[in-house]
Structures are given as structure tokens and as C-alpha cells.
């Protein structure tokens, strides 16, 4: 018989949905549902704001007020060929208008499962946190010469439900079976199209920018290519958010994206020269880059045409033993397209 209470929440025993606003994970993978694979951590924050207000003749608190709680929710996952976490929270218009993107909200389910279980696939929750109304904050994307590629989203909004009933039929609202489903997730997974590392980096089809490179070039016999000794990009968007209130209503009505609001990337290389980057006083030095970065799951980072280097660093290369970095960072506004992922994402 299983215990009435876990002793422990871990890796094996959680599972994450990411539901289109409005949509219950009832029917397993759909559509509008889909249990995330690959997901390396999960956490939610719940602050709470008081404004505090006193009176002249007495030290204590006149009143103790509440204002709206703020809730985010953050995730990472390894990027494997399956669903991505920025387009399962934003939908298909992610790929192409990031307006549209900014406008969608989502629902993020949390289901924790008994802990003696090896696989969460047809069992129920034993309790679920559904975090309802969410926007997209952040998104980042990291690929490394040694480890995995990653993705990393962050969401706000500012309502959460709890049921420790499993949603079968418990106090959540909205209330929903979110029972016995099956997640996706058997025992047997194994990543769609392997676990995405450095050599899975499409340099060919990619987009890089002059910085980037600089140092070495694409030569070489067989799987000896090199490419131009990069070791590391990181695209990284933060949507920023407000909130709107109006007069007779607790909650914002709306919280929007600070536009315009900066994308930026970073390209780590390997030294082999000098940075390569010549600066005049007297005119200007910058020109419009291209930058799409692709890898060979699908994913897609598309940047646009508009991005400037912003900064470049050489650092490194000191008597301590260690080679010589460069980092090239580039920064352009409100072009952020992201494809990949197995199916299909909710319109």
C-alpha cells in the first residue's frame, strides 16, 4: 500500500503540462495540451505585496494592505526534438510575429506523483498546482561545447490553484479530471532526436555574425571540420512586463510586454587572433548583421537581419595556464522567432 503522504519530491515524480489558457490536461497530448519532455527543473515563486500605512498618535500600523500576489513560473529543458517550452506557452504564433507571441497566455500545470513510482505515465497526480493566466517573461537558449543545449523560459501571472486531490474532481478552479491520463512520459522515453551537443550545431545553415567568425574557419577532413572554435551561443529575449489596474477591480486587467524590448546574443570563442574588430572616433563602425542559429532537432532562432555588435571582450590567456576568449555580443529589438518541437502547437 502506498504511503498517504510522500517522503520526498524528486526528478521521477513530477511532471509538467503547459495547456493552452483555458484547456484542462485531460485527454493527454493534444493540440492544446502538451506534457513537457525533457525538463530539467521546475520552480514557482509566489511574492506577496503589502502597503503599509500609519497614523500620527500611535507607533502601530494603521492598516496592513494587500495588493495583487505576483507568481512566476520557471523552467529549463534540454533541447531533444520534442516541444518546445517558448512555443508550448505561446503557440504557433511564436514562430513568426512576436506581438502576437507577447499577447498569448497560457496554463501551466505541476503534477507531483507518489513517490515510489519508477514512471508517472497513468497514474494519478496525488497533487497538482495549476498556475492559470500566464505570460511569457523570458526565454533563453544556450548551446555549449561540452553539455547539452538547453532552453529556459520564465512566465508570470498572477493566479495559482492547488488541489490535493489529483484534479479528480477536487477544488481546483478551473476544476477538471486531470486523473490518469497518460503524459507521454512511460519509463522508456528517450530523446526524439538525441540529446541536441556541440556537434549538433548546424553551422552550415546557420546565420553567424563577421565576429563570430573571426577565429579559425570551416576546414578540415571528414568529422575533423572545425568551426571557427566557437564555444558557446546564447540567445537570451526578456519580454519584460507591466501590469494595467483599473478602479473597481483587484487583479490588472492586463499585462504588457515592454516594447520595444531587447533581444540579445552572445558567440564565445576560442582565440586563435586577435579580436579582429577595429573601432574609428571619427565614423561610424557598425553595420547590420543576420543571425539564425539552427541545430540539427529542428530548432530554429531567428534574430533577423537588424543585430549589432554591442560589445566584444578578449580576456584570458593570463600566466595561470588557460587560452584566450573572445566574446562577441550583439543586440537588436523585437525580432524573436523560434521553430521546432515534433507536432504541431495551439493556435
Known sequence: MANPINN???????????????HKPVTGVGTNVAFMK????????????????????????????????????????????????????????????????????????????????????????????????MYIS????????DGNATESVSLVGNDKFIDSNGMNGGTMTPSGAYGSENTGISGSDTPLSGLVRRTDINL????????????????????QKT????????????F??????????????????????EITSEFEVTASNSDEVAISGTSKNLADETIKIMDNAGTVVDLGTKNKLSSVSYS?????????????????????????????YWT
Not at 523570458?138 to 561545447?145: D, F, I, Q, T
Open 227 to 238: 568551426g571557427y572554435h566557437i564555444n558557446s551561443i546564447s540567445v537570451s529575449a526578456d
Open 138 to 145: 523570458s526565454v533563453s537558449y544556450n548551446w555549449s561545447a
Open 38 to 133: 525533457g525538463v530539467q527543473s521546475v520552480g514557482i515563486t509566489t511574492n506577496f505585496t503589502l502597503d503599509q500605512a500609519f497614523e500620527l498618535g500611535q507607533v502601530e500600523i494603521y492598516q496592513n494592505s494587500e495588493e495583487v500576489a505576483d507568481l512566476e513560473v520557471t523552467l529549463e529543458k534540454v533541447i531533444d526534438g520534442e516541444k518546445l517550452l517558448y512555443l508550448a506557452a505561446v503557440g504557433e504564433i511564436g514562430k513568426t510575429d512576436v506581438t502576437g507571441a507577447a499577447d498569448s497566455r497560457c496554463d501551466v500545470y505541476l503534477a507531483i506523483y507518489d513517490d515510489g513510482v519508477d514512471a508517472v505515465a497513468n497514474t494519478r497526480p496525488r497533487n497538482v498546482v495549476m498556475c492559470s493566466g
Open 8 to 22: 520526498r519530491v524528486f526528478y521521477a515524480c513530477q511532471a509538467v503540462a503547459i495547456t493552452k489558457m483555458g
Open 316 to 344: 584570458g590567456g593570463d600566466t595561470g595556464g588557460g587560452n584566450a576568449t573572445i566574446t562577441y555580443s550583439y543586440s537588436t529589438f523585437n525580432v524573436f522567432k523560434v521553430n521546432g518541437g515534433d507536432t504541431a
Open 204 to 223: 552550415t545553415d546557420s546565420d553567424l555574425p563577421a565576429g563570430a567568425k573571426t577565429q579559425g574557419g570551416v576546414s578540415g577532413q571528414g568529422d
Open 240 to 261: 519584460g512586463r507591466d501590469q494595467i489596474l483599473e478602479l473597481g477591480r483587484f487583479g490588472p486587467y492586463y499585462r504588457y510586454a515592454t516594447f520595444p524590448f
